[in-house]
């Protein structure tokens, strides 16, 4: 075992089921509360599990540096992951000590199965330890492993409430890793994300939603997000679409060609009304690959 990842297994494995760095290290009173705009970069990145199958450098032992490497390049303030395992979960609580992390795993909501997670800078936001969960996507939303949707591997989403220590503004971030197969699984987790969304304690303060959505933008299921159908009102803006209409090579699922051509882009930041969109990107390092997906992140203020 190597020493970071010891080191992270000791952070995560000390901490119990939640797996996150206790809160008294994210002190409200350093709050300052001025009440101007509220900026952020947003990151979603499906890391690859870590596959023993997986041959020279795709094991994950070679991709944890440029992983690293990676998220210091889009350096964002609210990032979610999907795919990690508990250790590489804990190789990255290691690895990021200037980020918080929230997470559980989605088999048995400890460390079981894969963790579909998110981090956040400390430094730069305080997050409410009474605000955040995770939900299965399913019938039992509350049931850990839950599945009932027509998938076979469980599903799930996870929020937290953030709160920006220099202006004082609040923000929601969600998470979810969709279905690969099912689509109808995908529709209803459309529905039941868009409810949770509604249903947040802090109606007024925006939300962030990244993930693997096993989709891209004209599936039902993420057009029903962003409003295609007309049933949600308070529907989402596509950071990305919003930007970058036109162009056609949007590739984000490469399955280790690092190819961009194609549409097949199914690693999505959606945000709430409101917000103006400064830039949307997506990360084609090729060498050495750190995944199999091409991360995202994108730029965002609301006034």
Not at 9 to 26: N, S
Not at 214 to 231: Q, R
């Amino acid at each position: 075992m190597s020493a970071v990842r010891l080191l992270g297994c000791v952070i995560l494995c000390g901490l119990g089921a939640a797996c996150d760095r206790k809160e008294t290290g994210d002190p409200p009173a350093n709050i300052i509360g001025n009440g101007g705009p509220l900026e952020v970069t947003a990151a979603s990145f499906n890391l690859r599990y870590e596959n023993a199958g997986d041959p020279g450098s795709r094991s994950w032992r070679r991709r944890l540096v440029p992983v690293v490497r990676m998220v210091r390049k889009m350096n964002p303030d609210v990032m979610g992951v999907q795919e990690a395992l508990h250790g590489q979960a804990a190789d990255l609580r290691a690895s990021l000590p200037d980020y918080g992390f929230y997470g559980v795993g989605r088999d048995d909501g400890q460390r079981a199965g894969e963790y579909s997670a998110i981090f956040y800078r400390r430094d730069r936001l305080y997050a409410d330890p009474a605000d955040r969960g995770t939900f299965w996507l399913s019938d039992h939303p509350e049931e850990p492993g839950s599945r009932t949707w027509g998938n076979v591997i469980p599903r799930v989403a996870l929020w937290i409430h953030l709160t920006d220590r220099k202006t004082g503004r609040g923000l929601y971030v969600f998470n979810t890793h969709w279905d690969h197969q099912h689509q109808g699984s995908r529709e209803r987790a459309a529905v039941l994300l868009a409810a949770r969304i509604d249903a947040r304690r802090r109606p007024g303060d925006p939300v962030v939603l990244v993930g693997d959505f096993n989709a891209n933008e004209s599936n039902p299921a993420v057009a029903w997000l962003c409003g295609a159908a007309g049933k949600w009102p308070n529907a989402l803006t596509d950071t990305y679409q919003s930007i970058h209409p036109g162009e056609a090579d949007r590739r984000t699922l490469h399955f280790w060609s690092a190819s961009p051509k194609g549409a097949l882009k199914v690693d999505h930041i959606l945000v709430s009304k409101g917000a103006r969109v400064l830039a949307s990107t997506i990360h084609r390092d090729r060498e050495p690959m750190p995944s199999d997906h091409f991360p995202v992140s994108a730029t965002v203020r609301w006034p």
